[in-house]
């Protein structure tokens, strides 16, 4: 546990906000290429328009500041009485200091508003660092898929609340 971290302004994504995240995950995921399956980081990585469409279609993406600048984003989306939290990505250049922690506590606080019971996410087991985050906020694994269409063994984990 560090003592001193950053703490991330955390706010709704806006449409002219679309261009800049699409951006950060594509150099977040650009550092796992080689380690995971091409496909994946595809997937992870969409452009510019495909987040404008999520910010339209029904789902909520918070993004992280500090002075400014954009170090980190999560997406939430409410399917049947639950929460599905995915898309986080933070800056590669600004990892390790708490703005992962930061905006998944503040995805889990949104579930909490919405009154849902269960919060959802998938880890990629190879990508320790989401697991150990998830498990740390109290998820647990609840299933596995193995070769899922990524290309890769993903878990789902889960968050009673
Ligand atoms: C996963 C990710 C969002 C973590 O963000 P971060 O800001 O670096 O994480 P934090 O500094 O808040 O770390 C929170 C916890 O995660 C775990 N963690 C984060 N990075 C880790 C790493 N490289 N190795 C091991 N554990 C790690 C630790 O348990 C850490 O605990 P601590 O708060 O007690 O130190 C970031 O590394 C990232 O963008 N990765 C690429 C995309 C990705 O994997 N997204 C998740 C998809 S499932």
């Not at 998944?104 to 579930?111: G, K, L, S, V």
């Not at 150990?132 to 009673?160: K, Q």
Request: glycine content about 10%; hydrophobic content about 45%.
């Amino acid at each position: 546990m560090r003592l001193f971290r950053t703490q991330p302004r955390i706010a709704l994504a806006a449409d002219a906000d679309a261009p800049a995240i699409a951006s950060l995950y594509e150099r977040a995921w650009a550092e796992h290429l080689g380690q995971v399956d091409e496909r994946l980081v595809r997937d992870q990585a969409p452009l510019a328009d495909e987040v404008a469409a999520w910010l339209r279609g029904g789902f909520e993406v918070f993004t992280g500041t500090v002075d400014g600048d954009l170090v980190g984003v999560v997406r939430c989306s409410f399917p049947t009485g639950t929460c599905l939290v995915d898309r986080m990505a933070v800056e590669p250049g600004r990892a390790g200091n708490g703005i992962g922690r930061a905006l998944a506590e503040h995805a889990i606080q949104r579930a909490r508003r919405a009154g849902v019971t269960k919060v959802w996410v998938q880890a990629v087991p190879k990508l320790e660092g989401a697991v150990r985050l998830y498990r740390s906020l109290g998820f647990r694994e609840s299933g596995h898929l193995r070769a899922h269409y990524w290309g890769e063994d993903v878990v789902l984990m889960e968050l009673p609340l």
